[in-house]
Structure formats: structure tokens, C-alpha cells
């Protein structure tokens, strides 16, 4: 079994949200066959869906991982639930953390639990900026690079957060 390289979008607008963005990396990284190659810098965001929360802080990370995208769907959800997150059906909702497999290798999957690569992905500054940041030269899955789909997505409200360390 090889490794793929896998993006993920990490998102949260409850508690202590740059922590537990630190903390999911962590998780990842200790996951079987797993390793942590990249995280992008944090972003805050303007909240999808209802308003009346909080402002999110958003990252996009790089594993390369030996997991099959289920076994690794499976992971995450775990990963969400030990830090909190409650599925309690609302769509977009405030959660503690948010973990979605953008893309895994060059796979497409498209399952009732998964959709890859994610098919927000196109209007959402909040994942490809960050996905930018670490992956600049990327080509998307239509065959268009990365900074095509970035310049056609709205900036509004997206900000870079400084990084203390």
C-alpha cells in the first residue's frame, strides 16, 4: 500500500479555536501510517449559513497517510468528536472543530459519507487560501491552477491571522 498525499481543511468557531486546530494536527500526525507535512498559517472567516456565531479560524493541512479515504474519514470524524464536536444536524452550524479530506491524491470518490475531491472547494476563499499558501503550484481538478480559483473567489472577510511563534 502506498501513501497519498492528502489535503484537509480544518475549521473552528467554538472554545479555543487556534488551539484546537493545533491539537487536530496532532491528532493527525499520531494517526496510524500518518505523517504531518505542511500546515498553512490561520485564517479567520466570516461564518457560512446562520450569522449569529462566532467568526471561524480556518487552516488547510498536508498528510501523507497509508490510510484508505474511509479508514481516514473515520479517523477524523473521531478525531472531531474527541474534541468536542457535536453533530447535532444543523447544517453550518458553530462547532468546535470541522475536519474535511479536500483532496487525497489525484482519487475522485464519490460515496453517500464522501465526496472528493470536496465540492465547496471552488467558492470557498477560506480553504484555498490556505491551500494556496502551501501548495502554490497545485493544479485543481478541472486542470487549473491553484491561483485561477483563488482569484475568482471573493476575499471578503478573509483574514490572515499572525502567528505567534
Same mark, same amino acid.
Given at each position: 500500500?502506498?501513501?497519498?498525499?492528502?489535503?484537509?481543511?480544518?475549521?473552528?468557531?467554538?472554545?479555543?479555536?487556534?488551539?484546537?486546530?493545533?491539537?487536530?494536527?496532532?491528532?493527525?500526525?499520531?494517526?496510524?501510517?500518518?505523517?504531518?507535512?505542511?500546515?498553512?498559517?490561520?485564517?479567520?472567516?466570516?461564518?457560512?449559513?446562520?450569522?449569529?456565531? *462566532?467568526?471561524?479560524?480556518? !487552516?488547510?493541512?498536508? #498528510?501523507?497517510?497509508?490510510?484508505? $479515504?474511509?479508514?481516514?474519514?473515520? @479517523?477524523?470524524?473521531?478525531?472531531?468528536?474527541?474534541?468536542?464536536?457535536?453533530?447535532?444536524?444543523?447544517?453550518?452550524?458553530?462547532?468546535?472543530?470541522?475536519?474535511?479530506?479536500?483532496?487525497?491524491?489525484?482519487?475522485?470518490?464519490?460515496?453517500?459519507?464522501?465526496?472528493?475531491?470536496?465540492?465547496?472547494?471552488?467558492?470557498?476563499?477560506?480553504?484555498?487560501? *490556505?491551500?494556496?499558501?502551501? !501548495?502554490?503550484?497545485? #493544479?485543481?481538478?478541472?486542470?487549473? $491552477?491553484?491561483?485561477?480559483?483563488? @482569484?475568482?473567489?471573493?476575499?471578503?472577510?478573509?483574514?490572515?491571522?499572525?502567528?505567534?511563534?
Amino acid at each position: 500500500m502506498h501513501n497519498e498525499h492528502v489535503y484537509i481543511g480544518i475549521g473552528s468557531n467554538l472554545g479555543e479555536s487556534q488551539q484546537q486546530i493545533s491539537l487536530a494536527c496532532e491528532a493527525m500526525s499520531a494517526l496510524p501510517n500518518t505523517r504531518l507535512l505542511n500546515t498553512s498559517s490561520l485564517y479567520c472567516s466570516k461564518p457560512m449559513g446562520p450569522q449569529n456565531q *462566532p467568526d471561524y479560524i480556518n !487552516a488547510v493541512c498536508l #498528510i501523507e497517510t497509508g490510510l484508505t $479515504p474511509h479508514e481516514l474519514l473515520t @479517523a477524523l470524524q473521531q478525531i472531531e468528536q474527541d474534541n468536542g464536536r457535536t453533530r447535532d444536524g444543523e447544517r453550518w452550524g458553530a462547532r468546535t472543530l470541522d475536519l474535511d479530506i479536500l483532496l487525497y491524491g489525484s482519487e475522485t470518490i464519490d460515496t453517500t459519507d464522501l465526496t472528493v475531491p470536496h465540492c465547496g472547494m471552488p467558492e470557498r476563499e477560506f480553504v484555498l487560501v *490556505p491551500l494556496f499558501e502551501i !501548495a502554490p503550484m497545485m #493544479i485543481m481538478p478541472d486542470g487549473k $491552477p491553484i491561483s485561477h480559483w483563488v @482569484a475568482n473567489c471573493s476575499l471578503d472577510g478573509l483574514k490572515r491571522l499572525s502567528t505567534s511563534n
